[in-house]
Nanobody, 130 residues
């Protein structure tokens, strides 16, 4: 199982980036998907997640109203649109997949708990600086 995160880079405060997370060898649409981030010297922090099926979304308070998570099952990809970025958003961003119970092909609710996620991408660096 492989997840490939991309889209990071250097952006000025107030700018935007869109991160992508693509699965290469499993059907991402069945999984609850999450985005996490880790800044230097800090613990990994949950950012957002999206459930399977009804695509219910959830956000950390620090990004609510600025970030949007979405998924395109036809492209086997999850996105994180990040707007109004500030230096505190600087971190390595990771996507993660939480496998549903056997036989549950839809309606698997996502969680902010990192230990629930089974597969992780390699991370993409986001740097917000002027």
């Amino acid at each position: 199982v492989q997840l490939q995160a991309s889209g990071g880079g250097l952006v000025q405060p107030g700018g935007s980036l869109r991160l992508s997370c693509t699965a290469s060898d499993f059907t991402l649409g069945y999984y609850a998907m999450g985005w996490f981030r880790q800044a230097p010297g800090k613990v990994r922090e949950w950012v957002s997640c999206i459930s399977s099926g009804d695509e219910r979304t959830s956000y950390a308070d620090s990004v609510k109203g600025r970030f949007t998570i979405s998924r395109d099952n036809a492209k086997n990809t999850v996105y994180l649109q990040m707007n109004s970025l500030n230096p505190e958003d600087t971190a390595v961003y990771y996507c993660a997949a939480d496998a549903p119970p056997r036989g549950q092909w839809s309606g698997y609710v996502c969680t902010p708990q990192f230990y629930e996620y089974d597969f992780w991408g390699q991370g993409t660096q986001v740097t917000v600086s002027s």
